[in-house]
Each structure stands twice: as C-alpha cells, then as structure tokens.
C-alpha cells in the first residue's frame, strides 16, 4: 500500500508566499509515489480554538474540523511548512495543529521552514519542534530551512535553484525511512 503522507500549510495571509514551497513538497513527493493530502486552513477554515476535535461529539463537531481530523487519521506522516512571525510559528498553523491530537500520534513528522531574509525561518522551526513533539509526531532530525523563500520558486512550486532540488533528496529519503519504519511498526501494535 502507498505511503500517505500529508502536507499542512498555516498562513492566510492574501499575500503569502509559503504555498510556494507548500506546492515543491506536494510535487517531489508526489514524483515518489506517495499519496499526497494538503491541509491548508484557507480551504479547511477552522475557528479559533474553542472545542478541540475530540471534544466534539463527531456528529455535531464543525464539517472542516471533520474533514481535517479524517484526513490526519489516514495518514503516514506529516510534512509541516512554517513561515516565521515574530520568531515563532504562524497563528492559523497553531491554532490547526492544536486542535487535533490522536489523529499525530506514532507517527513521524518533518519540518521546512521559510522566511523573507536570510535566518529562513528556523527560529519558528525551533518552536515547532517542540509542539510536534508534545503532539505525538515527532519530527526528523533534518530540517529543510529556505531563505528568501519569495525568490527561491515560482508560483507552480518549480525551484529556482538547483540546490533545493539536490537538498529536498536527502531530506525526503531520511522522512520516508521514518515514515515506512513507523507504519510497519503500528501494524504491529502501539503501546497506548
Ligand atoms: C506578522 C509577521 C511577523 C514576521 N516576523 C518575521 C520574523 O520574525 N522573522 C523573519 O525572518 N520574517 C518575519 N516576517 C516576514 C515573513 O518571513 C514573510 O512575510 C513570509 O513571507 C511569511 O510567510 P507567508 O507569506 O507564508 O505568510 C514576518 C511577517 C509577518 C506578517
């Protein structure tokens, strides 16, 4: 069976830049053979946090936290793209991530982070490991950090820059090694 992995994406900003490498991702993995999800919380719009998921009688919780909780559930693994506002992690990413829990739980995640300078987001990316952690998906040791992200691809997600391609390689072999190890040890069992 595919491996199923889903890429989450946390910025409504009208002018945001980090659906560009959001699209990279979706594309390389897609060139694996990976079956591809995107959460994006400008098509799957959720309130601030009130009720998490699991709060909800599934029958009466909101339709996109439904759709959102399904799609996590159906998943291997979890590529997060974080932007960087004031050193840390974008508020509609946040507030998405927290409101599911189980959904992450036993299975591996991994970290690209952007920004508009040089520092490329990895103070945020930081932070995010952190929360990932306490999510139940912990993150991979690599990180995939790009730097002025608003010149590094086009608006299809193509990279501009040899280099993103060369690094995206190793970054992806090392996430689908935990991703398969990970999957096969859950059909075995989990512990709690
Ligand atoms: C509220 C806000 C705070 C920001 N803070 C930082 C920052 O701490 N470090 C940084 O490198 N860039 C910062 N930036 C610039 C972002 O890196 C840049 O706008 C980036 O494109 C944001 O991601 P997005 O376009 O996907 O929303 C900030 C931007 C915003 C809107």
Redesign the pocket.
């Known amino acids: 069976m595919k491996l199923k992995i889903t890429v989450i994406y946390g ?1 409504v ?1 009208s ?4 659906i560009k490498p959001s699209k990279f991702f979706i594309n390389k993995l897609r060139e694996r053979e990976v079956e591809v999800h995107f959460i994006d919380p400008l098509i799957f719009p959720l309130p601030f946090l009130d009720k998490m998921f699991k709060e909800y009688n599934p029958e009466n919780a909101p339709e996109n936290m439904k759709k959102i909780s399904d799609i996590l559930t159906d998943s291997d693994g979890f590529l997060i793209v974080t ?5 840390s992690i ?1 508020p509609a990413l946040k507030n998405l991530l927290d409101h599911f829990q189980r959904e992450y739980f036993f299975k591996p995640s991994a970290i690209v982070s952007y ?3 040089n ?1 490329a ?1 990895v103070r945020s990316a930081v932070h995010l490991r952190a929360v990932l952690a306490e999510l139940g998906t912990p993150s991979i040791s690599s990180m995939f950090p790009i730097a002025q ?2 010149n590094a691809f086009d608006d299809d997600g193509n990279a501009l820059n040899d280099f993103y391609e060369k690094r995206s390689k190793r970054f992806l072999d090392e996430f689908i090694w935990y991703t398969e190890a990970l999957k096969k040890a859950r059909e075995t069992g989990v512990p709690y």
Do not use: K, L
């Not at 932007?83 to 050193?87: A, K, L, R």
């Open positions: 910025s900003r002018d945001r830049q980090g932007g960087e506002y004031n050193h974008p920004s508009a300078g520092y987001g992200v608003q």
